[in-house]
């Protein structure tokens, strides 16, 4: 036995066999863990270096500094943060000479092949400190090209936010770079100060932060937005402070106007003019919204708040790094465009925008008073390394599969322990990444990547959708939300009518330049099929429940080991062969997600016989494999591998879930099996204080078993069992009452 950890450290030694105190001891740990921190608001500049469809920020500085002459350099600076030491493979592509400095150190440096090359691509191991990472590009201008394409290799995964340095800039969003020098002036050991103005460098930084003279007298929404040329409208949305007796509002507006205060509208004016409002007793603070449409003399307003004699300081009505006034701004909207206020005070909400000629163009949002400054949301809570690990800081608000697993596993303990606010903290996870859904779509349309949500907006592979999806869904059941069936028709279009597919219709992953190229994952039933069910039964679509059950068969043909009874994790059609090593959660995820169709599926579908045959043939080929301590092995039919939870919680809820279905013959011998599988999780994975132990981090493959045994070590707190551990809990807790009702009828 490889115990993880010291038994009188182990949820058991507290607990003992009372499993609802144990998910009650999972669920709060969790999240405990993970407060709800939501995106950061920060400033961005629609003039800087933005990210291409892969995230890799675009500095091409030829069509950017076309004043730059032969042999003159430029240099692009930015803050990357980092919770935890953080390793993160970089690309590079560079177009002419590079040189790549980290915290004071050079990292990579092109070589004439690299700068000479056009399709040049370099792959650089980098490790981020904890804290605040600094990282200089210096690129000089040959007839070849000047600058380069720089980020995170797999984007959407291993996001690379980067900030602004110096002390104007402080919070915003974004790289600076440098007009053309004639000579270099930094490199190892010689960074320019990012806590100092950029003033002090003597060097003019890009994008440029403040108005002329010029435009800045202008009024404040021609300012933004620019002169109209038909009648539009523009909204600007701020705060009054709290703890207020008598505020009276005066100003003036360049055309016909109208003020809300926390949706209640306060004043209208049908022409330019200056206006005086004393406030109704009870408008103490609250969001101020007010709507002006241009005017012979511009567009734009003036607005001020005064109590007692004295002007009060608008509040921004959401914080906004990076950015010191109190104003968003919105527009053009179409003059007679009737929006609600409540609609319009969102983050989440965006406005039908018309162009300056009245005509209609796409969606507008808000903006800031700076050169083409608006105001954009970021995922910044745990960043995941190369090895899907997350370090110490809040998972909220990501979407990604192993979070996908504990949403599900927070919603079935909330039920089985009737826990409302375990629900609702779910539930409002999932919502901080549906509610920014339309957003994320518009935000990568407008700058080329999405700052939120990467892996929704940017599906490209089942690991993206399916199991998040599916714990959506499962929330939908909670709480019905039509943005949550809206998101999952386009999951199940994807999987239905988009997915790359064998001759035979079976699954696959095909990505061109990837090591996992033509290659079909265990896995991946667990990534579709119990999203295809429950959208299913949701819809009433019974072709996506038929197409889960077909998947089952296939990946069986192509994966399953007839002489062991369990899968191979994976089949390389590029070797034409599988690789026959039996991951244990891949065969988890398999067993995992039989059980989910098979409670939904209709007694009398044609599939379903062969697919309980194979349940049961699977189990049985488990239940063989299992240790004296009641855990699975990393490979299960390796005795040196270690044991692993993740992969015992799965098979423990599959064994669970057959003896109380009546789906396992031998009832008895299969709920010995899952108790002895749940004590010992709570014996050597689970400690007394909610943390889980033992599960290994994110797998890619490999035709050998000690890639999996000796590479794949285990994380405390990997989120790839955090759920799986409490849906455990739950099905054993479940089995429990089923089999005392059983012996009480008996």
């Not at 036995?1 to 030694?13: D, F, I, L, P």
């Not at 028709?489 to 992953?509: H, P, Q, S, T, V």
């Amino acid at each position: 036995m490889s115990a993880h950890m010291e038994t009188r450290e182990s949820a058991r030694y507290a607990f003992g066999d009372d499993e609802r105190r144990i998910l009650e001891l999972l669920a709060s740990r969790y999240i405990g863990a993970n407060p709800p921190v939501p995106f950061a608001y920060r400033a961005f500049s629609r003039l800087g270096i933005l990210q291409n469809e892969e995230g890799l920020y675009e500095m091409e500085l030829a069509s950017r500094l076309p004043e730059a002459a032969s042999g003159d350099y430029a240099y692009a600076y930015g803050l990357v943060w980092s919770d935890n030491e953080r390793s993160i493979d970089c690309v590079l592509e560079p177009f002419g000479p590079i040189k790549l400095y980290l915290n004071d150190n050079l990292l990579f440096r092109t070589s004439a092949v690299e700068e000479m090359k056009p399709d040049a691509r370099v792959i650089i191991p980098t490790v981020l400190a904890k804290g605040w990472n600094r990282i200089l590009i210096e690129a000089r201008r040959t007839p070849a090209g000047f600058g380069c394409r720089f980020g995170a290799d797999e984007a959407k995964v291993r996001i690379l936010n980067v900030l602004s340095p110096f002390a104007e800039r402080a919070g915003c969003a974004g790289w600076v770079y440098s007009a053309p020098l004639k000579k270099p002036c930094y490199g190892e050991g010689a960074f320019p100060d990012e806590r100092q103005s950029e003033s002090v460098t003597g060097i003019n930084w890009l994008p440029r932060r403040k108005w002329t003279k010029e435009e800045a007298s202008r009024p404040s929404l021609e300012r933004i937005f620019g002169r109209p040329e038909a009648p539009v409208a523009g909204y600007g949305w701020t705060r009054l402070p709290s703890g207020l007796q008598s505020v009276e509002l005066e100003g003036r507006v360049y055309g016909p106007s109208a003020i809300w205060i926390e949706g209640e509208l306060v004043l209208e004016l049908a022409e330019a003019g200056p206006f005086r409002l004393k406030l109704a007793s009870g408008k103490d603070g609250g969001n101020v919204l007010i709507r002006t449409v241009c005017g012979s003399q511009g567009w734009g307003f003036e607005l001020q708040a005064v109590a007692g004699g004295k002007p009060l300081a608008w509040e921004p009505p959401v914080q906004v790094h990076g950015y010191d006034g109190a104003w968003l701004y919105a527009g053009p909207v179409a003059a007679d465009a009737e929006l609600r206020a409540p609609d319009v005070c969102r983050t989440s909400a965006l406005l039908p925008a018309v162009g300056l000629n009245g005509a209609a163009a796409g969606f507008a949002y808000w903006e800031l008073d700076a050169p083409q400054a608006r105001l954009r949301p970021y995922y910044e809570n745990a960043m995941l390394s190369n090895k899907w690990t997350t370090g110490a800081a809040t998972n909220f608000g990501r979407w990604d599969y192993p979070l996908g697993v504990t949403m599900y596993g927070l919603l079935r303990t909330a039920r089985e322990l009737n826990r409302t606010d375990l629900s609702e903290y779910a539930l409002r996870h999932i919502r901080s990444c549906t509610d920014m859904y339309d957003y994320a779509l518009w935000d990568r349309a407008e700058y080329g990547f999405p700052s939120v949500n990467h892996q929704l907006v940017l599906i490209r592979m089942l690991d993206n959708c399916g199991s998040f999806g599916s714990a959506m869904l499962e929330a939908h059941l909670l709480e019905g939300d039509d943005t949550f069936l809206r998101i999952a028709d386009r999951i199940a279009d994807f999987m239905l009518n988009r997915l790359e597919r064998r001759e035979d219709g079976a699954f696959y992953r095909l990505s061109e330049g990837e090591y996992f190229d033509n290659t079909m994952w265990a896995d991946d039933l667990y990534m579709s099929a119990p999203f295809l069910t429950r959208y299913a039964v949701i819809t009433g679509k019974r072709e996506a429940m038929d197409e889960a059950s077909r998947q089952f068969l296939l990946f069986r043909k192509y994966l399953f080991m007839e002489d062991e009874r369990i899968m191979s994790h994976v089949y390389d059609f590029k070797y034409g062969q599988a690789t026959r090593v039996p991951w244990g959660r891949g065969n988890g995820w398999v067993l995992f997600s039989l059980t989910e169709l098979l409670e939904h599926l209709p007694l009398g579908h044609p599939d379903r016989g062969a697919l309980l045959s194979f349940y049961r043939e699977m189990c049985a080929g488990v239940a063989a494999l299992q240790s004296d301590s009641g855990l699975w092995r990393q490979v299960l039919n390796e005795p040196e591998a270690y044991e692993e939870a993740s992969c015992t919680a799965m098979f423990a809820y599959a064994f669970a879930r057959g003896v109380r279905f009546g789906w396992l013959t031998d009832g008895e011998r299969y709920a010995e099996k899952a108790r002895k599988a749940w004590r010992g999780l709570t014996g050597c994975a689970i400690d007394r204080g909610g943390n889980v132990h033992g599960v290994c981090s994110g797998s890619r493959y490999s035709f050998s078993p000690d890639y999996y045994m000796y590479d794949l070590r285990t994380v405390v707190n990997d989120n790839h069992g955090i759920g799986i551990m409490m849906l455990a809990g739950v099905e054993i807790s479940s089995l429990r009452t089923a089999l005392e009702s059983h012996a009480l009828q008996t």
